[in-house]
C-alpha cells in the first residue's frame, strides 16, 4: 500500500485575508475574523453564499487560566458560519497541535470527499489582558501534579530543555541562534501587516537579551497577539475557473504519538525520533523529497524549533543545523540560502500559529509576493514541533 | 508571609507516592504485568500497553543523570517569585533507560552543571505532611 495522499493535488487554496498582527487589537476577536474571512472569499473571487464549509483549529494556547471564549478569545468555525449568517454543509474545528497543518488536513479531506466545494479555513490568535502564561494555581492535581509543585510549568522550559540539551550535546553557540532572529526579524520587518513591520533584531540586540529560562530569553519567543488569516481551498476542478493561480495540497502529515512523558517534557531525542517519522510520511504523502522542496516554511515559534525542523526535515545533518545557521544557510537573501524563514516566521510576525508558513508557501507558489516574489514551485509549512505538530507540502504544479 | 507554591493533589493513583515522599522516600509506580517503571502512570502501560497495569510503587535510589537542565529566572506560578533563579534538573534514573524524572536542584543556579552528571534526590519540605522530591549533585548523603 501506497503511503502517498490519495487527494495529492486535488484541492487547492484559491485565496487569502490576513489582519494586521497587534498587540491588542480595538475591535473584538469576533469581529476581527468576521472582516478577514469576507475578505479571504472576495479575494478567491466567490460570494459569501458560495462558501459550503467552514474549518479551524480552535486552540487558545496559554498555559494562563484565561477564559475560553467563542468570538472572543477564540473563534469556532460554526462561530464564523453563524455570524456570516450561512449554514454551510459542513463545519469542523481541529482538535490537536500543529494548528494550520490539521485544520488543513481536515479541509481538503472535507473537499476531496465532496463534502464541501468552498471551504474558508481561519485562525484567530488572541493576546488576553495580563501574563498570557502566567497561572495563579495554588494546588496541581492530574497530570500537573508531577511538575507544577517543583515550579516546572509553561512552555518557557519546557522549550528550555531540550534546547540546552541541544547546546550541550552539540556546542551550539548563541551566536548561530542570533542568526535565526535576524533573519525571521528582517524578513518580518518587510510584511506590512507583521507586529515587527519595520523593526528588524540586530544579533548585538539578541545577545544582549537577558535570559528568562537558560538558554531562552524573550527574543526566541514569539510575542503573543491578536490576529486573523482566512484561507479559501476548493478542488483543483473549481480552482481552474478563479481569479489566482491555484496552490496545490500534496500531502500532509501529523506526528505520531509522542513517547508518553510527564507534561510539557519534550526531551531532544522524542522530538527527534518521532520527527523523523513524521517527516518520512510527509514525504511519502507527498509524493517528494528535501531536494525537490525549494520553499521549507520551517516553524519557529520557539527558535529552537528551527534547528529541529532543519534536522528533521533532511535539510541539514543531525546536529549540525546550528552551524548550518551560522554558516549563512538560512539567508534567504542570499541563493546560496534557504529560504526557511523568508516568511518572517513568527518570530517575525508574531504568535500566529503556523499561519506565516502557510502564508509564505501560498504567497510564493501563487506568485503574489510582490516585491519578496521568488522563484519557487514546492513548498513545506510546518507546525509545532516535528514530534508534536505538523506539516504541508504545497505545490505550484500539480504533478 | 510568601505566597505558598502549589501542592499536589494526590488522587487514588497517585496517593502512596505523595505519602512516601512525605517520609522523605521516593517511589516509582511500576507495571505489575511488565514490571517497567512508568512516570507518571498512566491508565495504560506505555510499555507492555495493558490496560490494567495495576501500578504498583516502589522504592527506588533516587540516583540519576542530569539529561538537561534549565535556569528559571521568572515564575510563573504562585510561590516560586522568592525562589529566582532557581535550576531545574531533567534526569533520567538510575533504575530504566529513559526513566525521566524533572525537579529542582537544590545546589543553586551557580553549581556549574555537564550531561551526565550524577545526582541524587533530595526533599523539599513545603507544607506540613507535603515533600516534593528535588534532586542535590553527587551520590546520596
Known amino acids: 500500500m501506497s503511503g502517498r495522499f490519495g487527494a495529492s493535488n486535488q484541492v487547492a487554496l484559491v485565496g487569502y485575508a490576513h489582519s494586521v498582527v497587534q498587540r491588542h487589537a480595538a475591535a473584538p476577536l469576533?469581529?476581527?475574523?468576521?472582516?478577514?474571512?469576507r475578505r479571504a472569499i472576495a479575494d478567491a473571487g466567490l460570494r459569501t453564499d458560495q462558501i459550503d464549509g467552514f474549518v479551524t483549529a480552535p486552540l487558545f494556547p496559554t498555559a494562563g487560566a484565561h477564559a475560553v471564549e467563542d468570538g472572543v478569545s477564540t473563534v469556532s468555525a460554526t462561530w464564523l458560519a453563524d455570524n456570516l449568517d450561512v449554514r454551510p454543509r459542513y463545519?469542523?474545528?481541529?482538535?490537536?497541535?500543529?494548528?494550520?497543518?490539521?485544520?488543513?488536513?481536515?479541509a481538503v479531506n472535507a473537499i476531496a470527499a465532496g463534502a464541501a466545494d468552498y471551504v474558508v479555513l481561519h485562525r484567530a490568535m488572541h493576546n488576553p489582558p495580563g501574563r498570557y502564561h502566567g497561572n495563579p494555581m495554588t494546588s496541581a492535581g492530574g497530570a500537573q501534579q508531577w511538575t507544577a509543585p517543583q515550579g516546572y510549568f509553561g512552555p518557557l522550559s519546557m522549550i528550555a530543555l531540550p534546547y540546552n540539551e541541544y547546546v550541550q550535546r552539540?556546542?551550539?553557540?548563541?551566536?548561530?541562534?542570533?542568526?535565526?532572529?535576524?533573519?525571521?526579524?528582517?524578513?518580518g520587518a518587510r510584511l506590512p501587516w507583521s507586529y515587527w513591520h519595520g523593526r528588524p533584531l540586530s544579533a548585538e540586540e539578541y545577545l544582549a537579551e537577558p535570559m528568562i529560562s537558560d538558554p531562552i530569553c524573550r527574543y526566541d519567543c514569539d510575542?503573543?497577539?491578536?490576529?486573523?488569516?482566512?484561507?479559501?481551498?476548493?478542488?483543483?476542478?473549481?480552482?481552474a475557473d478563479l481569479p489566482h493561480r491555484p496552490v496545490y495540497v500534496s500531502g500532509y502529515a501529523t506526528s505520531a504519538p509522542a513517547t508518553r512523558r510527564l507534561p510539557l517534557h519534550w526531551p531532544l531525542d522524542d522530538i527527534m525520533a518521532v520527527g523523523r517519522e513524521t517527516t518520512r510520511r510527509l514525504w511519502e504523502s507527498a509524493g517528494v523529497g528535501p531536494t525537490e522542496v525549494d520553499l521549507p516554511q520551517v516553524y519557529d515559534g520557539f527558535s529552537p524549533f528551527v534547528y529541529f525542523w532543519l534536522e528533521t526535515l533532511g535539510l541539514c545533518p543531525p546536529g549540525e543545523a546550528h552551524r548550518f545557521v551560522l554558516d549563512?544557510?538560512?539567508?534567504?537573501?542570499?541563493?546560496?540560502?534557504?529560504?526557511?524563514?523568508s516568511g518572517g516566521g513568527a518570530l517575525g510576525n508574531?504568535?500566529?500559529?503556523?499561519?506565516p508558513q502557510m502564508l509564505e508557501c501560498y504567497l510564493q507558489l501563487a506568485g503574489r509576493a510582490g516585491e519578496r516574489q521568488?522563484?519557487?514551485?514546492?513548498?513545506?509549512?510546518?507546525?509545532?514541533?516535528?514530534?508534536y505538530g505538523g506539516a504541508v507540502?504545497?505545490?505550484a504544479e500539480r504533478f | 508571609m510568601s505566597t505558598p507554591r502549589p501542592l499536589p493533589v494526590p488522587d487514588e493513583v497517585s496517593a502512596p507516592y505523595w505519602a512516601a515522599a512525605a517520609q522523605h522516600t521516593l517511589v516509582i509506580a511500576r507495571c505489575s504485568r511488565c514490571a517497567s517503571f512508568v512516570l507518571p502512570p498512566g491508565q495504560t502501560c506505555p510499555h507492555c500497553h495493558s490496560v490494567d497495569p495495576r501500578f504498583r510503587f516502589e522504592p527506588v535510589s533516587g540516583t540519576g543523570t542530569v539529561r538537561s537542565w534549565t535556569v528559571v529566572r521568572q515564575a510563573f506560578l504562585p510561590g516560586f517569585d522568592a525562589e529566582v533563579p532557581f535550576v531545574l534538573v531533567d534526569v533520567e534514573l538510575t533504575e530504566q533507560s529513559e526513566l525521566r524524572m524533572i525537579g529542582r536542584l537544590l545546589d543553586g543556579p551557580a553549581a556549574a552543571l555537564r550531561l551526565g552528571d550524577r545526582v541524587s534526590v533530595a526533599f523539599e519540605d513545603v507544607a506540613p505532611g507535603v515533600s516534593i522530591p528535588a534532586f542535590t549533585l553527587g551520590a546520596p548523603a
Not at chain 1, 463545519?91 to 481536515?106: H, K, L, R, S, T
Not at chain 1, 514546492?378 to 514541533?385: D, L
Open chain 1, 170 to 187: 552539540y556546542g551550539a553557540s548563541r551566536e548561530a541562534m542570533a542568526a535565526v532572529l535576524v533573519e525571521a526579524r528582517r524578513n
Open chain 1, 223 to 239: 510575542i503573543p497577539v491578536d490576529g486573523v488569516a482566512a484561507f479559501v481551498l476548493t478542488s483543483a476542478a473549481r480552482a
Open chain 1, 350 to 355: 508574531g504568535r500566529m500559529h503556523g499561519v
Open chain 1, 328 to 341: 549563512g544557510g538560512i539567508d534567504s537573501d542570499s541563493p546560496k540560502g534557504l529560504p526557511v524563514l
Open chain 1, 374 to 387: 521568488r522563484t519557487a514551485t514546492i513548498g513545506v509549512a510546518c507546525q509545532s514541533s516535528p514530534h
Open chain 1, 91 to 106: 463545519a469542523a474545528g481541529f482538535q490537536g497541535i500543529g494548528q494550520m497543518p490539521g485544520a488543513v488536513a481536515v
Open chain 1, 30 to 37: 469576533g469581529v476581527l475574523t468576521l472582516d478577514t474571512a
Open chain 1, 393 to 395: 507540502v504545497y505545490s
